[in-house]
Nanobody
Framework: QVQLVESGGGLVQAGGSLRLSCAAS????????MGWFRQAPGKEREFVAV???????FYAESVKGRFTISRDNAMNTVYLQMNSLKPEDTAVYYC???????????????WGKGTLVTVSS
């Protein structure tokens, strides 16, 4: 079992920045995927960014160049630095985890409860 706790959401004006954090605890794995997904009102949950344990990172086209995913190994924490935020980035952001590699919503095994990000125009 893996437990995930997100923090860092909030209200920000368009063009601003936020940093989300996801602290993981529980069982450890040598190969894993950890990352971020989001769900806007009335829409399906979608991929944002993931980081594989080997260091590879992947981003949705809509956030490339604006968002950066990183990890603090000592803290078992993954971060999502979000810059140049747009109103369309408004969503509940979820941290997710799976053993092994994967980038899709259906591939994730564990989910946090989510943190709301609201970007005002």
């Amino acid at each position: 079992q893996v437990q995930l706790v997100e923090s860092g959401g909030g209200l920000v004006q368009a063009g601003g920045s936020l940093r989300l954090s996801c602290a993981a605890s529980g069982r450890t794995y040598s190969r894993y995927t950890m990352g971020w997904f989001r769900q806007a009102p009335g829409k399906e949950r979608e991929f944002v960014a993931v980081r594989w344990s080997g260091g590879a990172t992947f981003y949705a086209e809509s956030v490339k160049g604006r968002f950066t995913i990183s990890r603090d190994n000592a803290m078992n924490t993954v971060y999502l630095q979000m810059n140049s935020l747009k109103p369309e980035d408004t969503a509940v952001y979820y941290c997710a985890f799976r053993e092994g590699w994967g980038n899709s919503v259906s591939a994730m095994d564990y989910w946090g409860k989510g943190t709301l990000v609201t970007v005002s125009s």
